[in-house]
C-alpha cells in the first residue's frame, strides 16, 4: 500500500468522528445551548474530534474491523454525553 493509498484510509477512517465533531457543537447551539464564542466552537470541535477518533480506534481495537454499528453507536453516544457536558463551555 503506498503513501496517498493509506492517506486516505486514514482520512476515511476518522471521517465520522470528524463531520460529527464539527457538526455537534453547532447543533448544541441550535438546540438552546446559548451562543457559541468563536474560541469555544474550535474548543468543542476539537474534544469531539478527539474522543470520536479515540472510540473509532477503540471499537476497532475491541471489534477486530472498523465499520461496526456498534462502534457508531458508541460514536454518537460520546459525542452527546461530551456535548451536553460542554454546554457551559465557553
Not at 20 to 43: D, N
Request: overall charge positive; proline content about 3%.
Amino acid at each position: 500500500m503506498g503513501l496517498l493509498l493509506s492517506i486516505n484510509h486514514l482520512l476515511n477512517f476518522a471521517a465520522p468522528a470528524v463531520v460529527l465533531a464539527l457538526l455537534m457543537p453547532l447543533w448544541g447551539r441550535w438546540m438552546g445551548a446559548g451562543a457559541i464564542r468563536p474560541h469555544g466552537y474550535l474548543r468543542q470541535c476539537a474534544v469531539h474530534a478527539g474522543l470520536g477518533v479515540a472510540v473509532l480506534l477503540a471499537g476497532l481495537w475491541f471489534g477486530g474491523r472498523d465499520a461496526m454499528m456498534l462502534t457508531y453507536g458508541a460514536l454518537v453516544l460520546v459525542a452527546g454525553t461530551a456535548q451536553w457536558g460542554m454546554r457551559g463551555l465557553r
